[in-house]
């Protein structure tokens, strides 16, 4: 049976579909809270079970997984354990875009009376990404669990910073879970000014975003609001914009990762060493790792089942942490995650380099306040550098410095132009993007 996610305009439409889908979002955060504290062979056990049912369903009822096992010969019978997962094909964004959008859900389902979420189409490939009702509470409860492992309550206000606001809920019309939202669009002085006068529990919002955020504050001069809770999603959030929320916030953000696609399903914990995966409702690959553990990841929601994702190559590069996190939880955990594939440098020996590397390099230079590397061609860079206001009469020295820097570890056949600028915009609503591959 297929749950709509059309809302019921007849009587008692508050007290029906509303308070079941909020009922439903209440169990399921119980039960994904109760996870943290699972041995990894009942998670594992779960997970097999979840996937075993997963892949028939999508394989008899969704026509596009039909058409893409069938092509490599998959059935899903030939699932027996994780040790499995390699043989199940890879879904990717190219094959979902390329598909009639009627073959990526269930027969029968009607896509008028189901939610719809876009991805941002940052990579040039917008998606949209239908869910029943129950679907809704699934990716909320996997995303609020996330918040209460760090303390929310549900009497906290929260702000938050987006291009699109969310919908309200059930529990927020009782008073619960308050929360503001604020346009990316309107100016980072608007959200310093509101942050400051209604002094906000929580801060969620995109990692350039609570950059600007801190930054407005620090240059109004304003004492730092220091929310209890401070979670960056969206977008990489590398140390040095890291420093910059804690010092302008006054609170050290908590990094979060996730897609539109799967929701939020690895985060950081207190500890900040990595990112915990949300193994009760997610199975997390890394393939094809390099030799220092990089590799593709790929990820599989065991909740959405009327438009399952599979095996989903995300575009993104991770790697798995070896150690157990001092916090002492057990879920699996992700050492690093660094971005998407073609936010990288790709060197004429095949190898590739990520934000990372170039943000240990040019921590040297403390005059720098925004960089950008652009990969225009196989053997040339445009590396661009914007140097704060005070430091902008070094200019000289400090681009000669990163000059001489890449040239000492960089390839002698790749061209390196460097570019001084004013300032490196990122416009509302769009990612930080400090590596660039235009091949």
Same mark, same amino acid.
């Given at each position: 049976?297929?749950?709509?996610?059309?809302?019921?305009?007849?009587?008692?439409?508050?007290?029906?579909?509303?308070?079941?889908?909020? =009922?439903?979002?209440?169990?399921? +955060?119980?039960?994904?809270?109760?996870?943290?504290?699972?041995?990894?062979?009942?998670?594992?056990?779960?997970?097999?079970?979840?996937?075993?049912?997963?892949? #028939?369903?999508?394989?008899?009822?969704?026509?596009?997984?039909?058409?893409?096992?069938?092509?490599?010969?998959?059935?899903?019978?030939?699932?027996?354990?994780? #040790?499995?997962?390699?043989?199940v094909p890879l879904l990717t964004k190219e094959r979902l875009k390329s598909a009639d959008p009627l073959d990526c859900v269930v027969r029968g389902a009607? /896509?008028?009376?189901?939610?719809?979420?876009?991805?941002?189409?940052?990579?040039?490939?917008?998606?949209?990404?239908?869910?029943?009702?129950?679907?809704?509470?699934?990716?909320?409860?996997?995303? &609020?669990?996330?918040?209460?492992?760090?303390?929310?309550?549900?009497?906290?206000?929260?702000?938050?910073?987006?291009?699109?606001?969310?919908?309200?809920? @059930?529990?927020?019309?009782?008073? +619960?879970?308050?929360?503001?939202?604020?346009?990316?669009?309107?100016?980072?002085?608007?959200? #310093?000014?509101?942050?400051? !006068?209604?002094?906000?529990?929580?801060?969620?919002?995109?990692?350039?975003?609570?950059?600007?955020?801190?930054?407005?504050?620090?240059?109004?001069?304003?004492?730092?609001?220091?929310?209890?809770?401070? =979670?960056?999603?969206?977008?990489?959030?590398?140390?040095?914009?890291?420093?910059?929320?804690?010092?302008?916030?006054?609170?050290?953000?908590?990094?979060?990762?996730?897609?539109?696609?799967?929701?939020?399903?690895?985060?950081?914990?207190?500890?900040?060493?990595?990112?915990?995966?949300?193994?009760?409702?997610?199975?997390?690959?890394?393939?094809?790792?390099?030799?220092?553990?990089?590799?593709? +990841?790929?990820?599989?929601?065991?909740?959405?089942?009327?438009?399952?994702?599979?095996?989903?190559?995300?575009?993104?590069?991770?790697?798995?942490?070896?150690?157990?996190?001092?916090?002492?939880?057990?879920? /699996?955990?992700?050492?690093?995650?660094?971005?998407? @594939?073609?936010?990288?440098?790709?060197?004429?020996?095949?190898?590739?380099?990520?934000?990372?590397?170039?943000?240990?390099?040019?921590?040297?230079?403390?005059?720098?306040?925004? &960089?950008?590397?652009?990969?225009?061609?196989?053997?040339?860079?445009?590396?661009?550098?914007?140097?704060?206001?005070?430091?902008? !009469?070094?200019?000289?020295?400090?681009?000669?410095?990163?000059?001489h820097q890449l040239a000492q570890v960089l390839p002698p056949e790749l061209e390196i132009d460097i570019r001084r600028r004013d300032a490196i915009p990122?416009?509302?609503?769009?990612?930080?993007?400090?590596?660039?591959?235009?091949?």
């Amino acid at each position: 049976m297929i749950e709509l996610g059309g809302q019921d305009t007849g009587p008692g439409w508050y007290f029906g579909p509303v308070l079941r889908e909020s =009922f439903a979002t209440v169990r399921m +955060l119980a039960t994904a809270r109760a996870s943290t504290r699972w041995s990894l062979e009942r998670l594992r056990v779960r997970q097999e079970a979840l996937l075993r049912d997963l892949l #028939a369903h999508a394989y008899e009822r969704v026509p596009l997984y039909r058409s893409l096992y069938d092509e490599a010969g998959f059935r899903p019978a030939d699932f027996r354990s994780l #040790a499995d997962l390699p043989r199940v094909p890879l879904l990717t964004k190219e094959r979902l875009k390329s598909a009639d959008p009627l073959d990526c859900v269930v027969r029968g389902a009607d /896509p008028a009376r189901l939610s719809r979420v876009e991805t941002s189409g940052s990579t040039g490939m917008p998606l949209a990404i239908l869910l029943t009702a129950r679907e809704r509470a699934w990716q909320r409860a996997v995303a &609020w669990r996330i918040l209460f492992e760090h303390g929310y309550r549900l009497r906290d206000r929260t702000l938050e910073i987006r291009q699109n606001f969310g919908p309200a809920f @059930a529990v927020q019309r009782l008073g +619960l879970a308050a929360k503001d939202w604020l346009s990316i669009l309107d100016p980072p002085d608007s959200w #310093a000014s509101h942050l400051c !006068d209604r002094g906000h529990a929580v801060v969620v919002a995109g990692a350039g975003t609570l950059r600007a955020l801190a930054d407005a504050v620090v240059e109004r001069g304003l004492a730092p609001p220091r929310p209890r809770l401070v =979670f960056s999603d969206s977008e990489t959030l590398d140390p040095e914009t890291r420093a910059r929320i804690a010092a302008g916030l006054g609170t050290d953000p908590i990094d979060v990762y996730g897609l539109v696609e799967l929701s939020n399903f690895a985060w950081e914990c207190e500890r900040r060493r990595g990112f915990h995966v949300s193994a009760d409702s997610h199975v997390v690959e890394v393939l094809d790792a390099d030799p220092d553990g990089l590799g593709d +990841l790929v990820a599989t929601d065991l909740g959405l089942r009327v438009m399952p994702m599979i095996r989903y190559a995300t575009g993104d590069v991770g790697a798995w942490a070896a150690e157990a996190c001092p916090c002492g939880r057990v879920l /699996p955990r992700l050492a690093r995650v660094v971005g998407r @594939a073609v936010d990288s440098v790709r060197l004429p020996d095949g190898r590739r380099l990520f934000w990372p590397f170039f943000h240990e390099l040019f921590a040297a230079h403390p005059e720098l306040e925004r &960089w950008r590397v652009v990969q225009e061609a196989p053997r040339r860079l445009r590396v661009e550098l914007a140097l704060g206001a005070r430091d902008r !009469d070094r200019a000289g020295p400090v681009c000669d410095g990163v000059a001489h820097q890449l040239a000492q570890v960089l390839p002698p056949e790749l061209e390196i132009d460097i570019r001084r600028r004013d300032a490196i915009p990122v416009a509302p609503g769009e990612k930080t993007r400090m590596v660039l591959c235009r091949l």
